[in-house]
C-alpha cells in the first residue's frame, strides 16, 4: 500500500467530490432551514474558517512530510495516542459511512427502485464498496477522476437548465434568518466539511509538503464554491419556505429542467452521475476506514478486513428507525460535531506531537553537549 | 465442483499474497544505454550474432583440435580439421573395422552434441534424429566433391518441401559436385574453409558445431552441409516452402492509406516495417518460443526511444515462456499479457505495418511471430482501442468525426439493450408520451417481457453472426443480412418482439461492427449481456453499478507497466495531442508521457517551416 502514489489533481477531486457529494442529498434543504434566505453564506464563512485552521494544521504538518494522522498520534502519545486517535476516527468514519449509506440507499429507493427492498438497493453499494477496496485506493481515485468533469457536467447542465426559473427576489431578505442565527449559531456547520479529514490519510500517498498543502487549500475552495453556487441556484429556483420541504432538492431540480418534448424529466440521467459520485465517496471511505485499522493496529494486511467491515457497516446502516431518523443523525449529529474530528482532534495531535519532536530534540541537543 | 469449491475457498479465506513485485515502467535516467552499450554492432547483431560465437568456438575448438591433430598432420595440409584421407583409403579400412566402427558408432550417436569429423558419425546422427527412413520428407544426398586433386565425401540434408530445390541445386550442390573440380586461384589449404569460400556461392552461409544448431536449421528450411573430415556444418537459407503473398489486410480496412498487410512468413514481415521505417535504430532481435516448435518470433523497437526497461521487461517474459509449441500470435498474446481474465485485451494485436510502425514511433515494442500474420504490439492503453489505422491519414476534422461517431457506436454498442430494458422496466418518465404509446402499442401483442425479449434477439443476432463466418463463399456475409432481415421480420409478425426492438438489436450489432478492435468488439459483446441483466434488475441504478465496477476494474489494470486508463486516470502531463481527440498532424509534438520514453520530442514546435518562411516574407 505505501507503494501507491498520485498527484495532486487526483487527490482534489477526491476531497471535492468527498465534500461536495452532500449537495445532490440534502444539504441546500439543511442550508435553508438553518439560515433561511441567507443559507448560501453559510459555505462560504465556514470554508474561511476551515481555510484559517488548515493554516495552522499545514504549518504544524510541516514537520511531520509524508506521515499520516495517526503515525503523528504516535509521535505524540505513542501506542496510546496511535490507538486513541486512531480509534476516534475508525468510530467517526463507521458512523458517518453507515448512515449516509442508509441516506444513499433510501434516496435511490424514493426515485428510482420504490418496489424493491432497501436491503437490495444498499447492497449494490455494500458490493461496489468490497470490490473498490479489493482494488485498492489508486483505482477508486483515478476512476474519480474520470467521473468528477462528468458529474459537474450533469451538475452544471441542472443549473443552467433552471435558469428560467431564476427569480433574483428569493434571495432576500439578504441575511435570511438574521445574522446571529446565520453567522454565530451555524458556526458548527463547518462540519459540512468534515470530509476533508481523507487528507490526514492522503499523506502517504502525495508525499510531499508542499503538494499537502496546495491539496488542501484548493480542494476547500472548490468545494465551497460548488456547494455556494448549488446553494444560490436551488434558492433562485424554490422560494423560502419551499426549499426546506423539498427532500432531494436537486432531483427535484433535475425534473424542472425542460426543453422541448425530448429535453425533460432528465432526473434519471441525474441519479446516474449522481450515485457514481456516491460510489466513489462510499469507496474510498471504506478504503481509508481499513486504511485507519491497518494502521491503529498494526496490522500486516488489510484486505481480511473487507468483508467484516462491510457487514458491520452493512447492519449499522440499519440501526436508524426511518430514513427521517438517518436524515435527522445526519444533519443534526453528523453536520454539527464531525468537525472536531476534523479539525480539533488532528490540531491537538499535530502541536503535541510538535511539542513532544521538540523536547526530544531538546535531550539530544543536551545530550551532545 | 473441485474447481467451484476453490474458487469460494479463495473468496471468503484470507490467503496471504504472494510478494511478488509487478514490473513498473521506470523513467529513462540520461543518455541511451542500449546505444552506448552496442554502438554500431546492435544492426547486424541479429545476423551476426551465431556467427560471431560460432567463430569464437571455432577458435577454441582450433586450438583443441591443433593438440589432438598434431601427431597426424598430413604433409601440405594446413588444417586444425581432421586429416583428409584420401580416396580409396577408407574403403579398406571400413571394410576392415566395420562391425566394430557400427558398434560404436550406434553408441556413441545419442551422445553426440558436436559435428564429428568422420561423415558417416553425422549421417548416423541425422538418420537416428530424424527417424529415417520412417520421416519420408526428410532427404540425405550423399556425394563426393573433387578438390585439388582429392574426393572427399559428403552429404546434404533438408526437408523436402520446405527448401527452394533449384536454388539448392544451383547454389549448394552443383558447385560443390561438378565446379568443385575447377582450378581455383586460392591457396586456400584448409578444406573447410575452401568449401565455405570457394565452393558454397550462396548468399548466406552459417558454419556450426553444434548438431542441435544444425537440426534447428533444417527444420527452419536451411540445407545442411557435412564434409568427411570437417567438423563443422556449413548451413545455408535455402527456404522455399509455399506461402500467401502480401494482400490487403482482412480486419482492418481502410479506404486512405497504404493496404499491404502482414503474412505469416517471419522475415516478409519485419521488411514490410522496415520498409516504412529506413532507421537503423529499428531494432529486430530473434528469439525463439516453444521447446518443441522453436517458433522464430523477432522483438521490433527503436532503441533510441523505447524504453529500456519496456523492452527488457518484455524479452523477459518472452524467454520465460515454457510450453512446447507455439501456434499463432493469438496464443503468444494470452501467455504474455497481465491479466487474462480482464475482459479487455492489453496488447493490440494488427494485421498492418504502418499501424506497427506508427506505434514503434511513439516508443512501443512490437513483437512478430513465425506463421501469423497478426504482430502484438505492447503496452496498450484502452484509448488506442478506440484508434483506427485511418485517423492520421485523413485531415484532423474528419479524423475527430470518426472517433466521435466510433465513441458513440461503442457505447451504443455496450448500454443501448441495458438502457433499452432499464427504461421500459423503470424509468418510464424519461420517454416522451407519444413515442411512449408507441412502444406500448407495439409491446402490446408480445408476450414476453422485455428482458426475454432483448435476449431472445440478441441470441439470434450472436448466432447469425458465428453461422456467418462458418459459412464458406459469398453465402456468408450474405445469409447474415439476409438471416437477420428474414429472422427479424418473421419474429414481428409472429409477435415474439416488438419492431422498436429489431431497432435496437441491429443499431447494437451495427455499433460493435464499428470498433476497430477487434478483441475488445469480443469484449464488449459480453459485458453488454451484463448490461441487460443490470438494467433489468436494477434499472439505471443498476447500470451504474455496472459502469462503477468496469470502471473500478479497468483502472485497476495495467499494460506492461502502464496503467490502462492513461493519459486520464491517472492524469500525466505529457500533451493529449492524439488521446481521445486528435490535433493537427503538425501541433503533435511529443510522444505520450505515460511511456517514459527516451526522446520526448516527436518533432519541433515549428514542423511546418514553410509557414514560417512565408510570415518571414
Redesign the interface.
Known amino acids: 500500500m505505501d507503494k501507491v502514489c498520485?498527484?495532486k489533481?487526483?487527490a482534489i477531486f477526491i476531497i471535492m467530490n468527498a465534500m461536495s457529494i452532500q449537495l445532490f442529498l440534502g444539504f441546500t434543504r439543511r442550508m435553508a432551514g438553518s439560515g433561511g434566505t441567507a443559507g448560501w453564506m453559510i459555505p462560504i464563512y465556514t470554508s474561511i474558517i476551515a481555510l484559517i485552521l488548515f493554516f495552522f494544521i499545514s504549518k504544524l504538518y510541516k514537520s511531520f512530510e509524508g506521515k499520516d494522522i495517526i503515525d503523528v498520534a504516535e509521535i505524540a502519545g505513542g501506542s496510546f495516542g496511535r490507538i486513541l486517535v486512531g480509534l476516534i476516527f475508525i468510530v467517526d468514519y463507521i458512523f458517518i459511512l453507515s448512515i449516509m449509506l442508509r441516506i444513499f440507499g433510501e434516496d435511490?429507493k424514493i426515485f428510482?427502485?420504490s418496489q424493491?427492498p432497501l436491503s437490495f438497493?444498499i447492497i449494490?453499494f455494500i458490493?461496489?464498496m468490497v470490490?473498490?477496496s479489493y482494488?485498492?485506493v489508486?483505482?477508486?481515485v483515478?476512476?474519480n477522476?474520470?467521473?468528477m468533469p462528468v458529474v459537474i457536467i450533469g451538475f452544471l447542465i441542472v443549473v443552467i437548465g433552471n435558469i428560467k426559473f431564476y427569480d433574483a427576489t428569493n434571495l432576500l431578505p439578504i441575511f435570511g434568518d438574521g445574522a446571529y442565527k446565520v453567522f454565530i449559531k451555524e458556526i458548527p456547520r463547518i462540519s459540512i466539511y468534515s470530509a476533508f479529514s481523507f487528507i490526514f490519510f492522503l499523506v502517504p500517498f502525495i508525499g510531499k509538503y508542499k503538494d499537502f498543502k496546495s491539496i488542501g487549500y484548493w480542494s476547500l475552495i472548490f468545494s465551497s464554491i460548488v456547494l455556494t453556487f448549488g446553494t444560490i441556484a436551488y434558492f433562485l429556483v424554490v422560494p423560502y419556505p419551499t426549499s426546506t420541504e423539498n427532500f432531494i432538492p436537486y432531483l427535484h431540480m433535475a425534473r424542472y429542467v425542460n426543453y422541448g418534448?425530448?429535453f425533460?424529466?432528465?432526473?434519471?440521467?441525474f441519479?446516474?452521475m449522481w450515485?457514481?459520485s456516491a460510489?466513489?465517496y462510499l469507496?474510498a471511505g471504506k478504503f481509508f476506514l481499513l486504511y485507519m485499522i491497518k494502521k491503529t493496529f498494526k496490522l500486516k494486511?488489510y484486505?481480511?478486513l473487507i468483508?467484516p467491515i462491510a457487514i458491520i457497516i452493512f447492519t449499522l446502516c440499519f440501526m436508524p428507525q426511518s430514513l427521517m431518523a438517518a436524515v435527522t443523525l445526519e444533519g443534526e449529529v453528523v453536520r454539527r460535531f464531525a468537525w472536531i474530528v476534523t479539525f480539533i482532534v488532528p490540531l491537538v495531535v499535530l502541536i503535541v506531537a510538535k511539542l513532544v519532536n521538540r523536547k526530544r530534540e531538546g535531550e539530544k541537543s543536551n545530550e551532545k553537549v | 465442483m473441485a474447481d467451484f469449491k476453490k474458487i469460494l475457498k479463495d473468496l471468503?479465506v484470507?490467503k496471504?499474497?504472494e510478494k511478488i513485485e509487478k514490473f513498473i515502467l521506470k523513467e529513462n535516467k540520461n543518455g541511451c544505454d542500449r546505444c552506448q552499450k552496442s554502438g554500431n554492432v546492435e544492426g547486424k547483431k541479429t545476423e551476426s550474432t551465431e556467427k560471431e560465437t560460432e567463430k569464437k568456438e571455432d577458435r577454441t575448438d582450433e586450438n583443441n583440435q591443433k593438440k589432438e591433430d598434431s601427431g597426424s598432420r598430413k604433409k601440405g595440409v594446413k588444417t586444425t580439421f581432421a586429416p583428409i584421407i584420401q580416396a580409396g583409403d577408407n574403403s579398406k579400412k571400413k571394410e576392415d573395422n566395420s562391425k566394430v566402427k557400427q558398434d560404436k558408432i550406434t553408441k556413441d550417436v545419442n551422445k553426440m552434441s558436436k559435428v564429428s569429423n568422420k561423415l558417416a558419425d553425422n549421417v548416423a546422427y541425422l538418420k537416428n534424429k530424424y527417424t529415417l527412413p520412417d520421416n519420408g520428407d526428410v532427404a540425405i544426398r550423399e556425394f563426393s566433391i573433387t578438390a585439388r586433386d582429392k574426393t572427399i565425401s559428403a552429404c546434404v540434408i533438408f526437408i523436402d518441401g520446405m527448401v527452394d530445390r533449384t536454388v539448392m541445386d544451383l547454389a549448394v550442390l552443383q558447385p560443390l559436385m561438378l565446379l568443385s573440380n575447377i582450378e581455383i586461384k586460392d591457396n586456400e589449404q584448409d578444406i573447410g574453409l575452401f568449401v565455405k569460400n570457394s565452393l558454397i556461392p550462396h548468399n548466406q552461409i552459417k558454419i556450426l558445431h553444434e548438431l542441435g544448431k544444425v537440426v534447428d536449421e533444417v527444420n527452419f528450411g536451411s540445407c545442411a552441409v557435412f564434409v568427411d573430415g570437417v567438423d563443422t556444418a556449413f548451413t545455408a537459407d535455402v527456404k522455399g516452402w509455399q506461402n500467401r503473398g502480401v494482400t490487403n489486410p482482412n480486419s482492418e480496412m481502410v479506404i486512405r492509406g497504404p493496404q499491404e498487410g502482414f503474412n505469416e512468413i517471419l522475415r516478409t514481415n519485419t521488411a514490410l516495417i522496415r520498409k516504412i521505417l529506413l532507421d537503423e535504430d529499428l531494432i529486430a532481435e530473434n528469439l525463439s518460443v516453444g521447446r518443441r516448435s522453436k517458433t522464430p518470433c523477432a522483438l521490433l523497437y527503436i532503441k533510441d526511444i523505447a524504453n529500456d526497461s519496456l523492452v527488457d521487461e518484455v524479452k523477459r517474459r518472452l524467454n520465460g515462456i515454457n510450453i512446447d509449441y507455439l501456434f499463432d500470435s493469438g496464443e503468444l498474446e494470452q501467455l504474455l499479457e497481465d491479466n487474462s481474465y480482464q475482459a479487455v485485451p492489453q496488447i493490440i494485436a494488427t494485421e498492418r505495418p504502418d499501424r506497427v510502425a506508427s506505434m514503434l514511433t511513439e516508443g512501443k515494442v512490437a513483437v512478430i511471430v513465425q506463421g501469423s500474420p497478426f504482430v502484438l504490439v505492447m503496452p496498450t492503453t484502452h484509448i488506442d482501442l478506440f484508434h483506427s489505422p485511418e485517423d492520421s491519414y485523413v485531415r484532423f476534422p474528419y479524423a475527430n468525426l470518426l472517433r466521435i461517431i466510433r465513441i458513440t457506436a461503442i457505447v451504443m454498442a455496450l448500454l443501448l439493450p441495458g438502457l433499452y430494458v432499464a427504461?421500459t422496466n423503470?424509468?418510464h418518465?424519461?420517454i416522451?408520451t407519444?413515442l411512449l404509446f408507441a412502444i406500448e402499442a407495439s409491446r402490446e401483442k408480445v408476450p414476453f417481457p422485455s428482458l426475454v425479449e432483448i435476449l431472445i434477439m440478441e441470441l439470434a443476432f450472436e448466432f447469425i453472426r458465428e453461422a456467418g463466418i462458418r459459412i464458406p463463399g459469398p453465402l456468408g456475409p450474405t445469409l447474415g443480412i439476409i438471416g437477420g432481415l428474414i429472422l427479424g421480420q418473421a419474429a414481428v409478425a409472429a409477435n415474439i418482439v416488438s419492431p422498436i426492438l429489431i431497432i435496437i438489436v441491429a443499431v447494437t450489432g451495427i455499433g460493435s461492427f464499428a470498433i476497430p478492435n477487434f478483441s475488445l468488439g469480443y469484449a464488449y459483446r459480453i459485458l453488454r449481456f451484463v448490461y441487460i441483466f443490470l438494467g433489468a434488475t436494477?434499472?439505471?441504478?443498476?447500470?451504474?453499478?455496472g459502469?462503477?465496477?468496469q470502471?473500478?476494474?479497468l483502472?485497476?489494470t495495467k499494460s506492461f507497466g502502464v496503467?490502462f486508463?492513461a493519459p486520464?486516470?491517472?492524469?500525466t502531463n505529457g500533451e493529449l495531442a492524439d488521446q481521445i481527440f486528435r490535433a493537427p498532424i503538425w501541433k503533435q509534438d511529443k510522444r505520450p508521457d505515460f511511456l517514459n520514453v527516451k526522446n520526448n520530442e516527436k518533432q519541433p514546435k515549428i514542423s511546418r517551416q514553410w509557414q514560417e518562411d512565408e510570415k518571414k516574407k
Open positions: 498520485f498527484g489533481v487526483e435511490i428510482a427502485l424493491s438497493v449494490f458490493i461496489v470490490v473498490a482494488t485498492g489508486e483505482s477508486i483515478r476512476l477522476t474520470l467521473i418534448r425530448f425533460q424529466r432528465i432526473e434519471s440521467i441519479v446516474l450515485t457514481m460510489f466513489v469507496s494486511y484486505r481480511p468483508l | 471468503f484470507f496471504e499474497p427504461i423503470f424509468h418518465e424519461m416522451p407519444d436494477a434499472g439505471f441504478f443498476g447500470i451504474t453499478c459502469l462503477f465496477l470502471g473500478i476494474w483502472t485497476s496503467p486508463m486520464m486516470g491517472p492524469v
